[in-house]
Structures are given as structure tokens and as C-alpha cells.
């Protein structure tokens, strides 16, 4: 199989595309759609087992095709062309991908202190239930509700217990 992460433009730390070819019938199409039809035949590659021996040059091959492309544009040719690739996203091309936006993966919420934060959504979509999306509490904000209701403590407990330190202030 040739599983795994090809170098893109411009280089930076996630700059890369991931690919997954696991049959003779995905190579052939790798070879094809990255502009390399004499791969196929090449002995150091034509079979499974030949490019299990030669992983390091056909990693080297397929490379040389990926460098010459930023992440997105491998990715967008090689799933094209039918095969199954992702480019790496990084927390900013995540926020920011047209396809996360237009299937409401990216929310909006408000948060007390920080005003309105987007926050990236449940992945399963299911039938017949939604997973609401809303903003963490601060830290600190519901420790004496939870002291009291698990511990039994009162008002009076918790702000001697906060006073000497055991507890942080709430918020």
C-alpha cells in the first residue's frame, strides 16, 4: 500500500497531504492522475511487494509530484482523480475550509470573557438527535454548586475553605 504523509509548498509545518492507496487498481490511478503512467511498470514498483522493498523511492517519486503543489491542490487533484486524500489542516484551515463552513461544522458562541469564539462541531452527524454546541464555563465558576450538592458543604464552609486557600476564587 502507499499510505502516507507527501511534503507540499510552501513547506511549513502542515504542509502536507495525506494518501491512501491500498490496491493495484489505486496505484495505477496514483500513477495516472500524478502524471507518472511509467511507474506502473516500473519493476521497483509494478507490485505490492516490490513497492513494500522500494517504499523509500517511491515515496520519493510520489514527493516530488506533491512538493510542486500547496496541500489543498494535491488534495483537490488527487480526490478528482478517485483517491482518497486529505490535505493536513491546521486549527486555522480548519476554522477557515468552505466545505467545514458550508456543512455548519463551524459554530459561533459566546463566551463571558472573550466575547463571541468559534468552536468546531460534533463529527457524527446523526438522524435523529443534535449534539448543542456552547461555550465552557469558566474555571472556578461552579465549584462551591458542586462542593455543595456532592459534599453537602454550605456558604459558610466553602468561603472558609476559600479564605485559607484550599480553593480558588470563583468566577
Given at each position: 500500500?502507499?499510505?502516507?504523509?507527501?511534503?507540499?509548498?510552501?513547506?511549513?509545518?502542515?504542509?502536507?497531504?495525506?494518501?491512501?492507496?491500498?490496491?493495484?487498481?489505486?496505484?495505477?490511478?496514483?500513477?495516472?492522475?500524478?502524471?507518472?503512467?511509467?511507474?506502473?511498470?516500473?519493476?521497483?514498483?509494478?507490485?505490492?511487494?516490490?513497492?513494500?522493498?522500494?517504499?523509500?523511492?517511491?515515496?520519493?517519486?510520489?514527493?516530488?509530484?506533491?512538493?510542486?503543489?500547496?496541500?489543498?491542490?494535491?488534495?483537490?487533484?488527487?480526490?478528482?482523480?478517485?483517491?482518497?486524500?486529505?490535505?493536513?489542516?491546521?486549527?486555522?484551515?480548519?476554522?477557515?475550509?468552505?466545505?467545514?463552513?458550508?456543512?455548519?461544522?463551524?459554530?459561533?458562541?459566546?463566551?463571558?470573557?472573550?466575547?463571541?469564539?468559534?468552536?468546531?462541531?460534533?463529527?457524527?452527524?446523526?438522524?435523529?438527535?443534535?449534539?448543542?454546541?456552547?461555550?465552557?464555563?469558566?474555571?472556578?465558576?461552579?465549584?462551591a454548586s458542586v462542593l455543595a450538592a456532592d459534599l453537602g458543604l454550605d456558604n459558610a464552609e466553602i468561603a472558609r475553605l476559600r479564605a485559607k486557600g484550599i480553593l480558588?476564587?470563583?468566577?
Amino acid at each position: 500500500p502507499v499510505i502516507n504523509l507527501y511534503p507540499s509548498k510552501p513547506f511549513g509545518p502542515n504542509d502536507y497531504v495525506y494518501i491512501m492507496c491500498v490496491t493495484q487498481k489505486m496505484f495505477e490511478r496514483l500513477c495516472t492522475v500524478i502524471g507518472r503512467d511509467e511507474l506502473r511498470t516500473d519493476p521497483r514498483f509494478a507490485e505490492p511487494k516490490a513497492r513494500r522493498e522500494n517504499a523509500d523511492a517511491l515515496r520519493a517519486e510520489i514527493a516530488e509530484w506533491t512538493r510542486a503543489r500547496t496541500k489543498r491542490e494535491a488534495m483537490h487533484i488527487l480526490c478528482e482523480g478517485g483517491l482518497p486524500a486529505s490535505a493536513v489542516f491546521d486549527t486555522t484551515d480548519l476554522f477557515s475550509d468552505p466545505h467545514l463552513k458550508s456543512r455548519g461544522f463551524v459554530h459561533r458562541v459566546q463566551h463571558e470573557e472573550l466575547g463571541e469564539v468559534p468552536l468546531l462541531g460534533w463529527p457524527p452527524r446523526l438522524s435523529e438527535s443534535q449534539v448543542p454546541i456552547q461555550a465552557a464555563p469558566l474555571l472556578g465558576k461552579h465549584t462551591a454548586s458542586v462542593l455543595a450538592a456532592d459534599l453537602g458543604l454550605d456558604n459558610a464552609e466553602i468561603a472558609r475553605l476559600r479564605a485559607k486557600g484550599i480553593l480558588g476564587n470563583e468566577r
